[in-house]
Nanobody, 117 residues
Framework: QVQVVESGGGLVQPGGSLRLSCAAS????????IRWYRQAPGKQREWVAL???????NYADSVKGRFTISRDNAMNTVYLEMNSLKPEDTAVYYC???????????WGQGIQVTVSS
């Protein structure tokens, strides 16, 4: 049974930091591409960052230089370190695990991040 679970969200003041985690099980994690997305109220879901099986990463322009994605294959976990947070980063953050060999992907349930004073 495949499970994808996000954790680490919460309320933080502008300029603060949070680290999100995405733990996956029941799938070949080390060979998967992991993406973070977010969806703010009233807006479409947008892509935030990705990390390949080889550890290469890429970021949306809106978070470049502030967010860092990393993975620990031994723990089947991907992290999203978020620094210098802004109110516009407020959203539900989702983890997507793409299993390239199966041609399918799995979503987590999402986790709320709120940046507010």
């Amino acid at each position: 049974q495949v499970q994808v679970v996000e954790s680490g969200g919460g309320l933080v003041q502008p300029g603060g930091s949070l680290r999100l985690s995405c733990a996956a099980s029941g799938l070949p994690f080390s060979s998967s591409i992991i993406r973070w997305y977010r969806q703010a109220p009233g807006k479409q879901r947008e892509w935030v960052a990705l990390i390949t099986s080889g550890g290469n990463s890429n970021y949306a322009d809106s978070v470049k230089g502030r967010f860092t994605i990393s993975r620990d294959n031994a723990m089947n976990t991907v992290y999203l370190e978020m620094n210098s947070l802004k109110p516009e980063d407020t959203a539900v953050y989702y983890c997507n695990v793409a299993v390239v060999t199966l041609g399918t992907s799995y979503w987590g349930q999402g986790i709320q991040v709120t940046v507010s004073s």
